[in-house]
């Protein structure tokens, strides 16, 4: 790279706009919304879409609720061609729906983009042409005047078509392509000349579409570009101010969100910013980033993954696991405090509005996730964390100084492997340490009996392979067996749940113990009868105890 990029690479140079309003203004309600996914989207894949492909993806983008479709660029290729044929002639195109379809300004395109079109109830007719200097000059090898006669020219034939053919409603489309490159006096030059020649009337307008066909500065000089233009394009009250951004600097959703508030009306985009180079627009974003401030966007992306994966296999391109909104992992967390503040933010909402989840913008169910995948656990997790895979997996509720104990035993395990733990795997751990009997003492059988006040119990155990009897008398069970199993614990909490529900509940009883020393043990255990899961609890904290380290001498 250079060390002073000044001379290869000079600054954009924004427009002057020293009285701008969009700064501070609010968008209060959706865009009308155009997905190019099946015209600039399929034009940048090295294998465009077949026709049963973009037929499927058609119906997809309907199901989603958009009402303007640009569905092809017709006279590119038979496929395109007679895509637009098969949507027209079979029946898929709703009443409430528009086709568009984009042509060059050439005279043979524009008729064989008008014969795709036949028949049509309604359509959008979308000319371009570039007009920034580099363009005109190494593209079009003309000036100014050039372009301008390319566009008109380009217009009449278009206008001439539509009057030949009245049997359907045309909207006309005019881009100055690469118009955020292009002088503002000639944008604003050529576009006006474009409405001169088709007289949009405020009962019929027409699209004046702004693209960022490269995106050259940061959202704000875009923005200005378009206020400035949205302040002085004649026939404004005839013009639905339209803009297509795409993403070369990584801000094309900010441009877009600018834009909207510098007078723009429509935004062109692609889902998931599908596109030429670094994508158009991701119009997915900007429709849940309304609903995020609690704006209809009017598109439905209530299955977000059904949407995602028909993309995916439609253009055969990933959607990023961190894709705002609809990636794989972006309603996890794998940190402990962003664990613990979801975790308990999640116990707090219920069905209480507003949504107030920490770190979690938009609420997963609203777009067809599940809460599972909220919490994942690695090495930077903690209790929260895991506890809530516990709970939400297996029914679970570990008492705080259980969870905190076993975190530490997960944070072992995950150093140790250097991956994450799965719920189940979690679980399996869980059992190992506080659930099983490993250990000298196996529960057999009991008795027990109230004699002056005091519970007598008579158990039988097996301690290895031998037998054994043992006896005790206590307050209750608990003290009466850590009576009669002779140790020095000392019973610091007893916790219990029900684990399911109806006639297939089970108890589950959580122990935390104390031995002489101060260490502590926990002892779990599950059954169907919640005495018999207490006094197995206590036997699983005491083999815990046997199986801990003898403390040092001091
Ligand atoms: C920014 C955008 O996304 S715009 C949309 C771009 N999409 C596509 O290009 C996909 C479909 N395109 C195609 O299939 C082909 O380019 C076709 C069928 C349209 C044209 O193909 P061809 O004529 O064989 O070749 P090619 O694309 O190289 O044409 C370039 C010619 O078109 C001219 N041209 C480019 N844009 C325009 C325009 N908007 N209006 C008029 N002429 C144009 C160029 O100046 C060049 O002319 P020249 O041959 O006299 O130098
Ligand atoms: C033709 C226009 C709208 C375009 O696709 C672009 O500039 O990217």
Known sequence: MLLHPARKYPAFQPVELPARQWPSRRQTRAPTWLSTDLRDGNQALATPMNAAQKLRFFHMLLACGFKQIEVAFPAASQTDFDFVRTLLADGHVPDDVTLQVITQSRPDLIARTFEALHGARRAIVHLYNATAPAWRRQVFATDRAGVR?????GTRQIRELAAANPGTDWQFQYSPETFSATEPDFALEICDAVSEIWQP???????INLPATVELSSPNHYADQIEWMHGRLARRDSIVLSVHPH??????VAAAELALLAGAERVEGCLFGNGERTGNVDLLTLALNLYTQGIAPELDFSD?????ALVEDSIGLPVHPRHPYAGELVYTAFSGSHQDAIRKGMALQHDAEPWQVPYLPLDPADVGRSYQALIRVNSQSGKGGISWLLEQHYGLQLPRALQQDFAGLVQAETDRAGQELAAEQLYRL??????SEHGPWRYVSHRQQQVQG???????????AQPQQRQGCGNGPLDALLAAMAVPLQLLDYQQHALGSGSAARAICYLQLQDATGKHCFGVA???NLELAALRALLAGINAHSRQPPAQAA
């Open 149 to 153: 006669a390319l566009a008109e020219r």
């Open 304 to 308: 977000i993954d059904a949407v995602r």
């Open 247 to 252: 993403n070369d600097r990584g801000t094309a």
């Open 454 to 464: 005091q519970t007598r119990l008579e158990i039988s155990l097996q301690h290895g």
């Open 201 to 207: 009337t405020p009962q019929r307008k027409m699209i």
């Open 526 to 528: 599950e059954d169907d």
């Open 430 to 435: 869980f059992r190992q340490h506080y659930l």
